[in-house]
């Protein structure tokens, strides 16, 4: 594997945002490993399968050809869902989608397969633990929930934020609770928590972390 910089945490901690800054001062590929739960559960969504069809939905996962390029846009079969993947449904959805094991070990293998050929620095919930336990550079990305809502109220003007602090609550307890890789902290990752930061000084926290660790090698596997 080339070199790989892994940034875990809950929803609204910040990740994509900082992930994509930091990919783009290493001159690494930014993946956002939360977009592809997000096309599986779109397509799922198109063709009725429901979150118990646990076999149909990994069947998905594996015949999806999901691409992800360099101006972040996310593409499901050859075409853009850019947009189509950040509705709330979708994102209800994709929590579900992704406690089913099937689904996870088709998008893992494809997770790998990107970091095959190129530095990455890839965002996500399980990246540290499960996708690449040997990366280089492990970050546990959090922030306090009340400011975890606040930051989506930012980006979803629209929406109650009594609605959107239960949808991250419920989203959160999912992703943490779930049997098949649930989002926890590797014991190797690096603790950041952004609440009061400005993205500047979230950015500039994690490049130096990564600096100081220049040394470290990737453990081959
Ligand atoms: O980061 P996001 O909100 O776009 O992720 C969508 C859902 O996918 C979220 O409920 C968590 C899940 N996810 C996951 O289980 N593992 C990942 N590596 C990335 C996302």
Not at 16 to 36: F, P, W
Not at 118 to 142: H, N, Q, S, W, Y
Not at 157 to 166: C, G, N, R, Y
């Amino acid at each position: 594997m080339n070199d790989v910089i892994a940034i875990d945490g809950p929803a609204g901690a910040g990740k994509s945002t900082i992930a994509r800054r930091v990919a783009s001062q290493l001159g690494y590929t930014y993946i956002d490993t939360g977009a592809m739960y997000r096309a599986v559960a779109l397509w799922a969504i198109r063709t009725g399968i429901k979150p118990d069809e646990a076999t149909r939905l990994e069947q998905l996962a594996v015949a999806a050809e999901i691409g992800l390029d360099a101006q972040q846009r996310v593409f499901l079969n050859g075409e853009e869902i850019t947009e189509a993947i950040r509705t709330p449904e979708v994102s209800a959805l994709a929590s579900r989608v992704a406690a089913v094991g099937g689904v996870r070990t088709a998008l893992v293998l494809k997770q790998r397969a990107i970091a095959a050929s190129r530095g990455v620095v890839m965002e996500g919930r399980d990246i540290g633990t499960v996708v690449f336990p040997a990366a280089r550079v492990k970050i546990f990305l959090d922030a306090d929930p009340g400011e975890r809502v606040q930051r989506r109220a930012t980006e979803q003007p629209d929406v109650p934020t009594e609605q959107l602090a239960a949808q991250i609550a419920e989203r959160d307890a999912r992703d943490r609770g779930r049997t098949e890789s649930p989002l926890l902290q590797a014991p190797d990752a690096v603790y950041v928590d952004s609440t009061g930061l400005t993205l500047e000084q979230v950015e500039k926290k994690i490049l130096d972390i990564i600096e100081v660790s220049k040394g470290n090698t990737p453990q081959v596997e």
